[in-house]
């Protein structure tokens, strides 16, 4: 999940684990993936407003709709880089151990995998929630799109295209997850139809 001081991103940070928190949100944005931005999904156009490289191989860019931030955003996209070995199926898998893990502590954790065998990306979607400073209940849905890739520079590695949605306090809540069918039927097939991005 994106940075929160009770509700911790797990996107493919799940991928190093010595990746799971992320840096203090700072002013100056790095695109060091060479995307950036703005990302247009499913209408709408997604600036660059965070950046990381937490290690040389791994790279993570976040953005957002004009006039959102990252600490209060109500939909985000994501784009990861690590060089390696990987497969999405073992990148999804990772994420999946990590929700499983988290179920002791949330029991609104609930996640569906869908895999494309033609391509052999997969699709891995949850639900999970947490609370806020002031102990208001935070609700997050992603959906992550786990795919091979390979750089102009020729590094091969995995990569992440997600896409998520928030909604804070009880009443946004309760509305957000009695709509959610309705924003995974089109939101899911359209992360799977985006085209991946070039770096």
């Given at each position: 999940?994106?940075r929160?001081?009770?509700?911790?991103?797990?996107?493919?940070?799940?991928?190093?684990?010595?990746?799971?928190?992320?840096?203090?949100?700072?002013?100056?944005?790095?695109d060091?993936?060479?995307?950036?931005?703005?990302?247009?999904?499913?209408?709408?156009?997604?600036?660059?407003?965070?950046?990381?490289?937490?290690?040389?191989?791994?790279?993570?860019?976040e953005?957002?709709?004009?006039?959102?931030?990252?600490?209060?955003?109500?939909?985000?996209?994501?784009?990861?880089?690590?060089?390696?070995?990987?497969?999405?199926?073992?990148?999804?898998?990772?994420?999946?151990?990590?929700?499983?893990?988290?179920?002791?502590?949330?029991?609104?954790?609930?996640?569906?995998?869908?895999?494309?065998?033609?391509?052999?990306?997969?699709?891995?979607?949850?639900?999970l929630?947490?609370?806020?400073?002031?102990?208001?209940?935070?609700?997050?849905?992603?959906?992550?799109?786990?795919?091979?890739?390979q750089?102009?520079?020729?590094?091969?590695?995995g990569?992440?295209?997600?896409?998520?949605?928030?909604?804070?306090?009880?009443?946004?809540?309760?509305?957000?997850l009695?709509?959610l069918?309705?924003?995974?039927a089109?939101?899911?097939?359209?992360?799977?139809?985006?085209e991946?991005?070039?770096?």
């Amino acid at each position: 999940m994106s940075r929160h001081p009770k509700l911790h991103r797990m996107a493919a940070a799940v991928l190093v684990v010595l990746a799971l928190a992320s840096p203090v949100f700072a002013q100056q944005v790095t695109d060091y993936l060479g995307v950036p931005g703005p990302i247009t999904f499913n209408g709408t156009d997604y600036a660059l407003s965070w950046s990381s490289k937490p290690t040389p191989d791994y790279i993570k860019q976040e953005y957002l709709p004009r006039g959102q931030v990252p600490e209060a955003y109500s939909s985000m996209l994501m784009v990861e880089f690590l060089a390696g070995d990987l497969k999405p199926t073992s990148m999804a898998g990772a994420q999946m151990d990590l929700l499983n893990r988290r179920k002791a502590s949330d029991p609104l954790v609930s996640m569906a995998l869908t895999e494309n065998a033609q391509s052999g990306e997969v699709i891995l979607d949850f639900i999970l929630s947490g609370r806020d400073e002031t102990g208001g209940i935070v609700v997050e849905w992603n959906a992550y799109r786990y795919a091979q890739a390979q750089t102009a520079a020729g590094k091969t590695g995995g990569m992440l295209l997600a896409i998520s949605r928030r909604a804070y306090g009880e009443p946004a809540a309760r509305a957000f997850l009695a709509s959610l069918q309705d924003l995974k039927a089109v939101q899911v097939p359209a992360l799977a139809a985006a085209e991946l991005p070039k770096f």
